[in-house]
């Protein structure tokens, strides 16, 4: 069934309350930089490029709007990601004037996305060789007072092509080619467990024979790629993507523990547009999975694709889950827990403790201290999805949270968090929840008996350095 979500998106908007400022056109396409984001996940706006020289111009952007959030009344965004290329005459041309052209990039309204606190620290990703690999520009500069992002970028001859990026892309084309590879593997069942607001598939990758039911959800917010490169690391370990399907001794005994439910992305029409948080109707999927007040969700008219993912949870059932994120803020990856659900006590207290310990300790990008601060006791937001799952099959939930920005335990300036390592994350989770498995359904109280190692610790979102990488000295 496909919804057009335009008459639902004006209705909802036409409630608010609130002026949201409008986006310039786009610069005439003429001038000696071509900016392009008309392409899968693409999002920027060319407002004007200013020639200063043979050599040197200045490039002014905008970012462009999610759709409009009914529940949350405001407008999302943040992501962005484009081509440049620098034209003749000003690079190169018949006469070979120049070889380089130097062009500053500067984003004019940095200071209206959804989290402009995020900006310091931030660093923008860089591909100047067909996105075959990506590296930072360190020299990324937020000006809290002109409210602008900005970086430099020397533009040579004969470069494939120049594209920047918030972090690195994940493409709907790399989606179906991963869904394609699993199909393709003995013992991996691929399934359309429905369809998003613009008919979109919604893919639910099966692997394993186990009575625990282990379900992984990536990628509500489509903006944040991390949890897709996660979802490519989890499946390749999995489904032994890499080696023809052939897999690790403990991957092998947790496909006999565990029957493993994976959604590698949960919002594909918010992937291809490239929006930051919601899906083609506006919707900010982890407000969605709960009714809020009188706002219904999850409703197909609205969030088909929660519908459709709880609909296969509550059918199967759930004894463990995660839900895969990026935090644009926090150069940190870290979970968050169930702490404010009414089911919140001594056992999955535990079972968070212990599967964080393991996690920590087959990946050291991983970290206990720092995470969002926890919610009061009986005060979680249902309708976010970590909470509603943990409580609605008393279970281990959580949230995991991965950096836009270099990963400050593990720092590595010139290339910052990556893809490859969010994608040893998603491998890794498999070290953490066979570490708890044999606790996951049992009524012993085996919380007693943790190693120091495995106890819970109650995290904070302070730690040292803060306010100077956010700019607050």
């Not at 979500?5 to 610069?27: D, E, N, R």
């Not at 965004?77 to 440049?84: G, L, N």
């Not at 467990?193 to 992984?216: A, D, F, Q």
Request: glycine share 8%; charged share 25%.
């Amino acid at each position: 069934i496909y919804f057009a979500p335009t008459a639902f998106l004006m209705s909802a908007l036409s409630k608010s309350k609130k002026t949201f400022p409008k986006i310039p056109a786009p610069a005439p396409l003429s001038g000696p930089v071509a900016i392009s984001s008309n392409f899968c996940g693409g999002n920027i706006v060319h407002v004007k490029t200013v020639v200063d020289s043979p050599t040197k111009c200045r490039v002014e952007l905008h970012v462009d709007q999610d759709p409009y959030t009914e529940l949350e009344d405001t407008i999302h965004s943040q992501w962005f990601y484009f081509k440049s290329n620098v034209m003749d005459p000003i690079l190169g041309g018949p006469d070979k004037a120049s070889a380089e052209v130097t062009v500053d990039y500067v984003v004019t309204n940095a200071n209206r996305v959804a989290y402009p606190s995020a900006w310091p620290g931030s660093s923008v990703c860089v591909s100047v060789n067909g996105k075959k690999s990506w590296e930072r520009k360190t020299k990324t500069d937020y000006n809290k007072e002109e409210g602008t992002l900005s970086w430099q970028h020397v533009h040579r001859q004969y470069e494939e092509g120049t594209y920047f990026s918030f972090f690195e892309p994940y493409t709907l084309d790399r989606h179906i080619d991963l869904v394609d590879r699993c199909r393709a593997t003995r013992g991996v069942n691929v399934s359309v467990i429905g369809r998003s607001l613009e008919n979109r598939h919604i893919e639910l990758i099966t692997v394993g024979n186990g009575p625990l039911k282990c379900w992984i959800n990536h990628r509500q917010h489509p903006g944040e790629t991390q949890a897709e490169f996660f979802a490519e690391g989890l499946l390749t370990r999995l489904c032994g993507l890499d080696d023809f399907g052939a897999v690790d001794g403990l991957t092998h005994k947790a496909r006999e523990a565990f029957t493993f439910y994976i959604v590698p992305n949960m919002n594909p029409d918010g992937s291809a547009h490239g929006y930051l948080r919601c899906n083609a109707g506006g919707a900010n999927l982890n407000r969605e999975w709960a009714d809020t007040g009188d706002y219904k969700a999850p409703t197909l008219e609205r969030s088909p694709e929660v519908y459709y993912v709880l609909k296969k949870m509550d059918e199967v059932g759930v004894d463990c889950f995660a839900d895969i994120h990026g935090d644009e803020e926090m150069p940190f990856n870290f979970i968050a827990g169930a702490e404010g659900c009414t089911n919140w006590g001594p056992r999955l207290r535990g079972l968070q403790g212990a599967f964080l310990g393991a996690y920590c300790r087959a990946n050291s990008d991983m970290q206990k201290e720092v995470s969002y601060d926890p919610e009061d006791p009986n005060g979680a937001n249902m309708a976010v999805c970590s909470n509603q799952i943990a409580s609605r099959f008393d279970c281990l939930g959580i949230t995991l949270e991965m950096p836009y920005k270099d990963c400050y335990t593990c720092p590595d300036p010139e290339r910052g968090f990556t893809g490859g390592r969010c994608a040893r994350l998603g491998m890794n989770i498999v070290d953490a929840f066979m570490h708890v498995k044999d606790w996951l359904r049992t009524e012993e109280p085996f919380w007693d008996d943790l190693d120091a190692d495995d106890q819970y610790v109650r995290p904070k979102e302070e730690w040292e350095g803060k306010a100077t990488m956010m700019g607050q000295e």
